[in-house]
T-cell receptor, first 115, second 111 residues
Framework: DGGITQSPKYLFRKEGQNVTLSCEQN?????MYWYRQDPGQGLRLIYY???????QKGDIAEGYSVSREKKESFPLTVTSAQKNPTAFYLC??????????????FGDGTRLSIL | QKEVEQNSGPLSVPEGAIASLNCTYS??????FFWYRQYSGKSPELIMS????GDKEDGRFTAQLNKASQYVSLLIRDSQPSDSATYLC???????????FGSGTKLNVKP
């Protein structure tokens, strides 16, 4: 089945630690996105990538980093510089950027908490 | 001003009633419009898309688009308790490769 796989489902971070959230898709989508969702809030864009080896900052990129070495994969690292990382992290993908009428599809999310 | 505005709710309707969810957007070049359903603790799930003015029906769901008024709505007929969720409105602006989400409306369907 085609889809987006995020792992792990739950993650705990210690003080001063970097953690990496995995996102893999087999939909052959060009564009991939990372969002953060706080309780009772909407989605906020962290980073997005339209093509391999290229990515752009979203609205809240500080304290996060990404890479896009393969079309299928877009991992997100939450660095120790992100002082309030507790949130629900969602990875999404969509077909070729600029293509009309193409929605974003989401993985199941990773819930990150501070120990 | 936010690109996509939704009333946060909660919107409460009795079982079997019609639930009406509304969304306004600010960018006049917006081209595609989507409704996502998000259950508590889960990820958003695409339930409807609409691209042209008018109504689009899919089962108990009807999406309505009025580009002149910059308004898109979702009607849920015969609401069920299982429809209780947060509904996110999303807008695609493909000329500029932008995709905006509203903050969502929480719907409670009471048995």
């Amino acid at each position: 089945d085609g889809g987006i796989t995020q792992s792990p489902k739950y993650l705990f971070r210690k003080e001063g630690q970097n953690v990496t959230l995995s996102c893999e898709q087999n939909l052959n989508h060009d564009a991939m996105y990372w969002y953060r969702q706080d309780p009772g809030q909407g989605l906020r864009l962290i980073y997005y990538s339209q093509i391999v080896n290229d990515f752009q900052k979203g609205d809240i990129a500080e304290g996060y980093s990404v890479s896009r070495e393969k079309k299928e994969s877009f991992p997100l690292t939450v660095t120790s510089a992100q002082k309030n990382p507790t949130a629900f992290y969602l990875c999404a993908s969509s077909l070729t950027p600029g293509t009309r009428n193409q929605p974003q599809h989401f993985g199941d999310g990773t819930r990150l908490s501070i120990l | 001003q936010k690109e996509v505005e939704q009333n946060s709710g909660p919107l409460s309707v009795p079982e079997g009633a019609i639930a009406s969810l509304n969304c306004t957007y600010s960018d006049r070049v917006s081209q595609s419009f989507f409704w996502y359903r998000q259950y508590s603790g889960k990820s958003p799930e695409l339930i409807m898309s609409i691209y042209s003015n008018g109504d689009k029906e899919d089962g108990r769901f009807t999406a309505q688009l009025n580009k002149a008024s910059q308004y898109v709505s979702l009607l849920i007929r015969d609401s069920q308790p299982s429809d209780s969720a947060t509904y996110l409105c999303a807008v695609g602006v493909y000329n500029f490769n932008k995709f905006y989400f509203g903050s969502g409306t929480k719907l409670n369907v009471k048995p």
